[in-house]
């Protein structure tokens, strides 16, 4: 079974979609259940500096790499089976 | 939104204490933080000293990038998740009543009120090392006729919310008998 190395990505995108649900219920429950405050202000540019940064050194380091590049997966899996 | 309309507050209502668990209590969560994203940062130089021919892959190379980036992510994530466990767990003193907020987890919360007149024992317990040092500790609150007790967990200056609770028991239950 081949497939291009970009196919990694997809896996990594639902990732990211569960990830902004569980972000956004956390920002949900700091406005609606406390008040503004310089601790819960300071708290959330702090997480979401931080994700920009991740994200960030993610597609730096993805740069390099060829997406299109054929990934080749249990190509032995027939003769594993043959006597 | 303001602690006045999470709790309803009444016209004659005034809040006296807004309280959480002293900050150094948050101390353990930012030293987890650090010692996750070292343990990420470790792994990730620990292949690349030993294994250097995995990133020159390609497909080694995007996997351990993606894996990486999901781990980063995620300890950032449960970081914040923390920081809003703690910091929601809140109980508000006014001087009509006493309001018990705590989230448990992200999908998790509970609100319970108890009315100030009805206090009839409160018990403050500042114990160990740290909360010596940094002056925080528990309250208890009894009632009468409950056997379950309020506790203001590792508040700070626990002692002083003793006696400001006693105070404005003492002046809720005068009001009270006032108008019976």
Not at chain 1, 15 to 33: Q, T
Not at chain 1, 43 to 61: D, H, P, R, S
Not at chain 2, 18 to 28: D, Q
Request: charged share 15%; net charge neutral; hydrophobic share 50%.
């Amino acid at each position: 079974m081949i497939f291009p190395l970009y196919y990694l990505v997809f896996p990594y995108l639902l990732f990211l979609i569960i990830y902004a649900v569980f972000l956004i219920i956390n920002l949900y429950h700091l406005i609606a259940f406390s008040e503004a405050s310089l601790a819960g202000f300071f708290m959330t540019f702090l997480l979401l500096g931080g994700i920009a940064y991740i994200l960030f050194w993610t597609w730096q380091m993805s740069l390099p790499i060829d997406w299109n590049y054929p990934i080749e997966m249990f190509q032995n899996l027939g003769s594993f089976f043959k006597p | 939104m303001t602690y006045s309309s999470l709790i309803h507050q009444k016209s004659y209502e005034k809040i006296v204490y807004n309280l959480r668990r002293h900050s150094i209590n948050f101390v353990p969560y930012v030293f987890f933080l650090i010692i996750l994203l070292s343990m990420g940062a470790g792994v990730y130089y620990f292949l690349k000293t030993l294994f250097p021919e995995l990133f020159l892959k390609n497909n080694w190379q995007a996997a351990i990038l993606m894996l990486s980036s999901v781990y980063f992510l995620a300890v950032w994530l449960f970081f914040y998740t923390a920081f809003i466990d703690y910091y929601l767990d809140v109980w508000i003193v006014t001087n009509d009543r006493i309001v018990d907020i705590r989230q448990t987890g992200l999908f998790g919360r509970t609100i319970a009120e108890l009315d100030l007149f009805r206090v009839q024992d409160v018990t403050s317990e500042c114990k160990g090392f740290f909360a010596t040092i940094f002056n925080y500790g528990n309250v208890y609150i009894q009632t009468a006729g409950s056997k379950q007790r309020f506790i203001f967990i590792n508040v700070p200056d626990p002692h002083h919310v003793r006696e400001a609770i006693i105070r404005l028991a003492d002046e809720d239950r005068k009001y009270h008998q006032g108008q019976g």
